[in-house]
């Protein structure tokens, strides 16, 4: 068996909530009067810190803001994204990861969440999957968030594997990127498929069945 480990990030390849992420950053723009925050501007917030999002927002307003300020700002727009959230259900997880990620563990492959969310025990009660990892990295354990490889690294300590033993699967490129620079093999689906450093490119979640099987 080529990998004893699988790392998971979690918006975007085992659910999506990115259009939720979305909505609460665009609900937060517009209170700061903000009136064109795009889905183009969202997309610069993949796979980053909560506090590097609300600096894309930023971007747009001249007004200055105190560190505190900031900081109740990314907690305002959690609250947003934690109300849109709490309208998920198991209903949100596909057929085709819940068959993957069986066929996986069946195979006797330990599986683990990697991902910076501090939300993301939340979305895995909601879809009904907070017991079916062995391990979850999030962002309640990190203090660096992706391109930096933390989340993985540690993701990979708590299954007691190296990470040369692990896959990492991301959907962001800067995940992908962490994952290359932590040692890891990595699959990339999505819009992470545009970046060199993947080492597999998924057309479907299912994919992952033929190169880890």
Known sequence: MKYEGIIFDLDGVICSTDEYHYLAWKMLAEKLGINDFTKKDNERQRGVSRMESLEVVLEKTDRKFTA???LALA???NEYYKKLLSQMSEKDLSDEVKDTLNAIKAA???IAIGSSSKNAKFILT????????DAISDGENITRTK????VFTMAAEFLGLEPGRCLVVEDAEAGIKAGHDGGFDTAAIGSATKSALATYRLKT??????IVL
């Open 108 to 110: 006797g492959i330990k």
């Open 147 to 150: 391109p930096d490889p933390q």
């Open 68 to 70: 505190e300020e900031k």
């Open 205 to 210: 979640f299912s994919d992952l069945k033929a």
């Open 75 to 77: 907690t305002e727009k």
């Open 126 to 133: 909601r879809i009904g999957l907070i017991n079916s990892f």
